[in-house]
């Protein structure tokens, strides 16, 4: 988990990592497990909605922001920021799934943290997605 910072209008800063936690809980798969590609869709659909927490977890002073491998404490206070339910699919499935996750782009009032593998990863996934979708040549 990333580093990233909450940035108050008066310019104080402060460091968080993100989760999204599933509020039915958390399900595991087996390295056997088969899906089809939108089971999780198919889920959400037969339940009738899904929901997960965003939970915030603050820094403390000397943790570091720039190391993801780095752990913080467990014992570090969490806030929880939100809530996203879904209670239907997308109505075009495909556009959706054209859209590339940029773990760089965030909104006003966030900024990165100096981590570097989270500035090279928006250019990586970029890069994944446009190999995994090319269409093959003859």
């Given at each position: 988990?990333?580093a990233?910072?909450?940035?108050?209008?008066?310019?104080?800063?402060?460091?968080?990592?993100?989760?999204?936690?599933?509020?039915?809980?958390?399900?595991t798969?087996?390295a056997?497990?088969?899906?089809?590609?939108?089971?999780?869709?198919?889920?959400?659909?037969?339940?009738?909605?899904?929901s997960?927490?965003?939970?915030?977890?603050?820094?403390?002073?000397?943790?570091?922001?720039?190391?993801?491998?780095?752990?913080?404490?467990?014992?570090r206070?969490?806030?929880?920021?939100?809530?996203?339910?879904?209670?239907?699919?997308?109505?075009?499935?495909?556009?959706?799934?054209?859209?590339?996750f940029?773990?760089a782009?965030?909104?006003?009032?966030?900024?990165?943290?100096?981590?570097?593998?989270?500035?090279?990863?928006?250019?990586?996934?970029?890069?994944?997605?446009?190999?995994?979708?090319?269409?093959?040549?003859?």
């Amino acid at each position: 988990m990333h580093a990233y910072f909450l940035v108050a209008p008066d310019g104080s800063r402060r460091a968080f990592r993100y989760s999204w936690l599933p509020d039915a809980g958390e399900a595991t798969l087996t390295a056997g497990d088969q899906r089809p590609p939108h089971y999780l869709i198919d889920e959400m659909l037969q339940r009738g909605t899904a929901s997960w927490s965003l939970v915030f977890t603050l820094a403390e002073p000397g943790d570091p922001t720039d190391d993801v491998t780095a752990r913080w404490p467990d014992s570090r206070e969490t806030v929880t920021a939100g809530t996203l339910r879904l209670d239907s699919a997308a109505e075009d499935q495909a556009a959706l799934d054209a859209t590339v996750f940029d773990p760089a782009g965030v909104v006003p009032g966030i900024e990165l943290s100096d981590d570097p593998i989270l500035h090279f990863r928006s250019q990586v996934y970029g890069e994944s997605f446009t190999r995994r979708t090319r269409e093959e040549r003859p």
